[in-house]
């Protein structure tokens, strides 16, 4: 259901969006037109919400861990 095929890919855009929501803060003194461009880059980054973005990481993950699982175990 989510783009990210990677982990690490998923995390880095994840750490990307955490830079743009606290640079969106930061911004806000300059003016509303800075932090609305950084608000919207973190949106498009976490896909949606930060929840959407938890729960691509976690479908992300299900298959690696149930591809290192050995069978009968």
Known sequence: MYC??????????????????????????YGIVWSALAGIGAVVLLRGCPMCWLMGLF??????RSANREPGA
């Not at 990677?6 to 930061?26: E, P, Q, T």
């Not at 479908?59 to 690696?64: H, N, S, Y």
Request: aromatic share 6%; proline share 3%; glycine share 6%.
């Open 4 to 29: 990210s095929t990677s982990v690490s890919i998923h995390l880095l855009r994840g750490v990307a969006a955490l830079g743009l929501i606290i640079a969106a803060f930061y911004l806000s003194s």
């Open 59 to 64: 479908e992300t993950m299900q298959p690696q």
